[in-house]
């Protein structure tokens, strides 16, 4: 079983930057790829940004390449997303989620980006 502790988000005006923690527990972090997800109000639950287990490989949604950049660090057991130029689109609640399938959520962290 997998626990995911999220952190950071907030309110920030556009242009801004904010990163996001999730913390997993378990000994076998490292074995899971994780991801970001968020869920716009009214829109359904779309793929931000995705990595790899071992943190080699990376995969974003085309709105925030460039933009959004995910990493992990499993001494810490710990994946990161930092946000930079902050959009008003980029409001959402961000969720993290580990495992093959994503059979493990996080319960979420508001995002508000004000214009």
């Known amino acids: 079983q997998v626990q995911l502790v999220q952190s950071g988000g907030g309110l920030v005006q556009a242009g801004g930057s904010l990163r996001l923690s999730c913390a997993a527990s378990?000994?076998?972090?490292?074995?899971?790829?994780m991801a970001w997800f968020r869920q716009a109000p009214g829109k359904e639950r779309e793929f931000v940004a995705g990595?790899?287990?071992?943190?080699?490989?990376?995969y974003y949604a085309d709105s925030v390449k460039g933009r959004f950049t995910i990493s992990r660090d499993n001494a810490k057991n710990t994946m990161f997303l930092q946000m930079n130029s902050l959009k008003p689109e980029d409001t959402a609640v961000y969720y993290c989620?580990?495992?093959?399938?994503?059979?493990?959520w996080g319960k979420g962290t508001l995002v508000t980006v004000s214009s």
């Open positions: 989620a580990a495992g093959k399938d994503w059979d493990y």
């Open positions: 378990g000994r076998t972090f490292s074995s899971y790829a």
């Open positions: 990595v790899s287990g071992s943190g080699v490989s990376t």
